[in-house]
């Protein structure tokens, strides 16, 4: 047996990614189904209804990113850039289509519309960048999302500073819920594919990667523009679900929002992304009753999440209650057991 | 001509200040190895600290623009024992979001105790303007320009000529074998902290007087231009964070001026790019040797 | 694990989630005004001036006796200018049982917020959301001005009394508000026989450094340079020009309120000369002059226009509430207190006001001078 040190139970520590992610997903759509039922019965409160949107956007965006972030190995801040570009489209299409198209086709198609903008975009960007790695990608990501929104205010049809009004508000839970599935089983594919583990061979050595034969430019490519079309979706999703759309929004804080669910979900960890989405969704909004120390508190939060996943200490009591040690603790007792039986 | 010359005058002076910030970015992470995001907040601390001493406790100028330098040196000492020290071994992105944290943390401290106001900064340094001529120069900016020239060209003389400064290169050289020298790695981070956050003092001092007022979110924008400064100059070398400092704040004036006051942001972001595909690692960085 | 750490931290949000929602539901026993805007981030000085003039009306209003005998409740929420954070705001408020909403401070978080608002059917009275389309809806209507209307006055003001002909404007790009009143100013400019020498902007995130626009107006044969911003970046730009020693008119619009306070004593001499269009002045009447001394009290701090607005906000509530004769849990209470708001007059430090339907107020600006940090009304030469 390998690993004999870590592992001294025999236990299997972690499943095969597939059967993992299809935990992940069952439990979304668990979840997916009893919020509805909750909020259908008008149990859910208006407040807490009114981000079940909020959470499916920034889970798509967060998952979209991670693919960078976590899968490439690749730090960006201009995500809220590929964001605004597909919420731009998305929403003009819709505002152009809004008498021509029912709803049902006019929305997916928004989205569609709205990603693939937000894929060229990608394209664009992504052809220099290409040369850069590491803090010189991180800031010129930042300087991309920071042009693209200072076009968008200099632009006429955007509306603007004074923001994009008139977008029909098709975005329903029920809607955003099947995008975020759909972008979890594409991503999920993605990564489990021959192509995923080329992207994630480029994050762990880059030069040994290129000497063996994985197409570094193409992987790169393919991973910039997965994710930039995501991020325009979820962008069409947020354009959506308010009546007004505005630059300002898309600014650098959100790209840096969108890095720190990430970062604490753990990078390269699709689980992860999802339950720090909804975390760093709700937080501040669950923390308005404590009014002026909100933003102190969230601060605070993040720091001390970030210290306490860097200390020894709390590794060592998190490992006492890790599923992996509880089972292991059952068995022994359970073995205990059975040997008193037997005696 | 003196349109140019006056439009690059005060780009000069502006780019001085970004200079001090950027240096202070460039040292940390040239040493530290991370990108200190709340580094343009301690700014805004100095200058509070500078306000609080001087309008509210009636100190003269030059005591209080020392107890900002303490106070700047210690915050920044303290942050980086709380916050960053025990995840040095933690992947760069974590002490990154940390830095956020720490950001946002003394944001919202400095809304929770001055309000959301902004606070006019006193007049510490008074100097007319000067006219050569039909050219009027503003005097703070003057001061701006000689007080950050001299800092830039003694911390030169710092980093290249003393022990403590010869350490700080050895570090940001190779950790380990520094420390194999028998140089305290630990010492000389909290060193670096030190100066940066001196820096950021001095820098709040010349934004305060230049520009006339303070709040809890002045030093935000400033830190995210110093931290394109530092990498446009190449991160880590500290000619190139001066350099891409005063560059930036040339580009942006003469480009409000010549080309468009709407879109000078975009602009500046785009020489930034432009010179990061020709340049990689910035205008004076260090070719990195990739190893297998 | 980690994951365990940050799924117990889920649960418990949720959990608090619905805690908070079981206290919800509206008792008809006070009368809950719900207000959001920007209280902490770039623009929380607008949302903070809001909350205090309406906090102050509702103290007033309460210790009267509140309206109709019932008291008020105001509950104000954070939205940081964020339009998405607006509209959950305006959710929780709901949760909270408000009765009548104040919208949102600025004018982009309003347009979501009003969009909710008609759904709901209530009174939606925003003190301080310029742009058009705050108030597209019949339950919408607002206290300030709308932004175009600023820009004709602006103009008006300017040809009829003749201050100046060649003009030049510094305005926030990525502002709404300022954008507004730029563009309508420049539309209707000809019209009055004014000339536009030189138009130079900025955006939020360069808007401490003026000297080049400043550099390139002097330049120019502007006579008068056409500020229609906010008194935040007003105070950089007076100072800077000041240090610069330039010599020209400086007229503003409304958000060059509270000037006086944000430049501070030690600067207060740049605004010498300075006028600006509004219909707030803290010594207008003893009406004013109460609130200024009474805000000034509360708050240590002197009211700007959008403290005015918040207060006029609350008292236009009550003035409506009590012209229908209706309390909260009426049946027909929305239908019978959005008529009523435009059969009203209101008498508020920020003019005497009434409304149309279309929801804009009906109300006089004056142009006030300043000189050593007093305003006074401004009379032709």
């Known amino acids: 047996m390998q690993n004999n040190q870590h592992n001294p139970f025999g236990i299997k520590m972690s499943k095969k990614p597939l059967t993992k992610n299809i935990v992940t997903l069952t439990a979304l759509v668990i979840a997916f189904a009893v919020m509805l039922v909750l909020s259908e019965a008008g149990i859910l409160s208006r407040h807490m209804r009114s981000m079940l949107v909020p959470v499916c956007i920034n889970i798509i965006l967060a998952v979209s990113l991670n693919l960078l972030v976590g899968f490439l190995g690749e730090l960006t801040l201009g995500h809220a850039g590929f964001m605004s570009v597909g919420a731009y489209a998305g929403c003009l299409f819709s505002i152009a289509m809004k008498e021509i198209l029912p709803m049902a086709i006019r929305f997916p198609l928004a989205m569609l519309v709205g990603g693939l903008v937000a894929a060229v975009f990608g394209v664009i960007i992504g052809i220099p960048v290409l040369r850069l790695h590491g803090d010189y990608l991180a800031i010129v990501t930042l300087a991309f999302g920071e042009i693209i929104r200072s076009v968008i205010i200099n632009l006429e049809f955007t509306g603007g500073a004074a923001g994009l009004k008139g977008t029909p508000q098709d975005s329903t839970f029920v809607i955003a819920f099947i995008v975020v599935m759909i972008t979890l089983i594409l991503i999920i594919n993605l990564v489990n594919s021959r192509h995923g583990r080329a992207i994630m061979a480029i994050r762990d050595n880059r030069i040994a990667a290129e000497a063996s034969g994985i197409n570094v430019t193409y992987f790169r490519m393919l991973a910039f523009v997965m994710a930039a079309f995501f991020a325009g979706v979820a962008g069409v999703l947020y354009g959506h679900n308010l009546s007004i759309l505005t630059a300002g929004t898309f600014d650098y804080n959100k790209s840096i929002e969108l890095l720190v669910i990430v970062v604490l979900g753990g990078m390269g960890s699709i689980r992860g992304s999802i339950v720090s989405a909804i975390i760093i969704t709700l937080l501040p909004e669950v923390l308005r009753d404590l009014a002026d120390y909100r933003m102190l508190i969230y601060a605070l939060v993040l720091i001390i999440m970030m210290l306490l996943n860097a200390s020894p200490r709390f590794a060592a009591v998190k490992a006492q209650f890790s599923p992996a040690a509880l089972k292991a603790a059952a068995a022994a007792k359970k073995a205990a057991k059975e040997g008193n039986a037997n005696e | ?292 | 694990m980690k994951k365990i750490f940050a799924i117990a931290l889920a649960a418990m949000m949720i959990t608090v989630m619905f805690a908070g929602c079981g206290n919800s539901g509206s008792d008809d026993a006070s009368f809950v005004i719900g207000g959001v805007g920007p209280l902490t981030g770039d623009y929380a000085t607008y949302g903070i001036s809001v909350k205090q003039g309406a906090e102050l009306a509702v103290k007033e209003i309460n210790e009267a006796g509140g309206i109709n005998g019932v008291p008020v409740e105001l509950l104000f929420e954070d939205d940081q200018v964020d339009a998405e954070m607006a509209v959950n705001a305006y959710n929780k408020l709901m949760d909270d049982g408000m009765d009548v909403s104040l919208g949102a401070v600025t004018s982009g978080a309003c347009i979501a917020v009003s969009e909710k608002a008609n759904e709901d059917g209530i009174l939606m009275l925003t003190p301080s959301g310029s742009q058009v389309e705050c108030i597209q809806y019949p339950n919408g209507f607002r206290i300030c001005f709308g932004d175009p209307e600023q820009g004709v006055n602006a103009a008006k003001f300017l040809a009829n009394n003749n201050v100046a002909k060649k003009i030049a404007i510094i305005y926030d790009k990525s502002n709404d508000y300022s954008n507004g009143i730029k563009e309508t100013f420049v539309s209707v400019a000809p019209e009055y026989g004014l000339e536009i020498v030189s138009e130079q902007a900025f955006t939020n995130q360069s808007n401490t450094d003026f000297s080049v626009q400043l550099q390139t107006i002097a330049g120019t044969d502007a006579e008068l340079i056409f500020l229609p911003i906010y008194a935040q970046e007003a105070a950089y730009i007076l100072t800077q020009a000041q240090s610069m020693g330039m010599e020209h008119i400086f007229f503003g619009g409304d958000g060059m309120d509270g000037i006086v306070e944000k430049i501070g004593a030690d600067n207060v001499s740049a605004t010498d000369g300075l006028l600006f269009l509004t219909p707030f002045d803290t010594q207008a009447d003893e009406q004013n002059i109460k609130f200024t001394a009474d805000y000034q009290a509360a708050y240590n701090a002197i009211p700007d226009q959008f403290a005015g607005d918040g207060y006029d906000a609350i008292y236009t509530i009550k003035a409506a509430a009590e012209h229908a004769n209706v309390k909260p849990g009426d049946a027909d209470f929305n239908e019978k207190i959005i008529a009523a708001m435009t059969e009203i007059t209101v008498d508020g430090t920020t003019g005497t006001m009434t409304w149309s339907a279309d929801g804009a107020p009906e109300k006089a600006a004056a142009v006030v001078v300043l000189q050593d940090g007093v305003a006074t009304p401004y009379t032709a030469k």
């Open chain 2, 1 to 292: 001509m003196m349109d140019f010359l006056s439009t690059l005058i005060s780009g000069l002076s502006l780019g001085s200040i970004y200079a001090l910030i950027a240096l202070g970015y460039t040292m940390v992470y040239g040493i530290a190895k991370m990108l200190n995001f709340a580094h343009g907040d301690v700014i805004m601390v100095g200058a509070f600290a500078v306000i609080t001493s001087v309008s509210m406790l009636g100190l003269s100028p030059v005591l209080s623009i020392l107890i900002s330098i303490v106070c700047c040196v210690v915050l920044g000492v303290s942050i980086e024992r709380i916050a960053y020290k025990p995840l040095r071994k933690s992947p760069p992105l974590a002490v990154l979001i940390t830095a956020i944290g720490v950001s946002y943390f003394l944001q919202s401290l400095a809304l929770l105790i001055f309000g959301s106001t902004q606070h006019s900064f006193p007049k510490i340094i008074n100097m007319p303007a000067i006219e050569l001529g039909e050219l009027t120069i503003r005097g703070n900016m003057l001061i701006t320009l000689v007080i950050t020239t001299a800092i830039m060209a003694g911390m030169s003389i710092f980093i290249n000529k003393s022990k403590t400064g010869k350490a700080m290169r050895a570090v940001s050289e190779d950790r380990d074998a520094a420390e194999l020298m028998g140089i305290s790695v630990n010492r000389t981070i909290t060193i670096t902290f030190a100066i940066g956050s001196a820096l950021a003092a001095v820098a709040g001092l010349f934004y305060g007087t230049t520009y006339g007022f303070i709040g809890p979110y002045t030093g935000s924008m400033p830190g995210i231009k110093a931290f394109v400064a530092a990498v446009f100059g190449g991160i880590g070398s500290m000619p190139g964070a001066m350099l891409g400092g005063i560059l930036l704040g040339v580009i942006e004036n003469l480009s409000k001026r010549y080309i468009s006051t709407e879109l000078s942001d975009a602009i500046v972001f785009a020489v930034l790019i432009i010179v990061l595909m020709v340049k990689p690692t910035g205008l004076l960085g260090k070719k990195i040797n990739e190893k297998v």
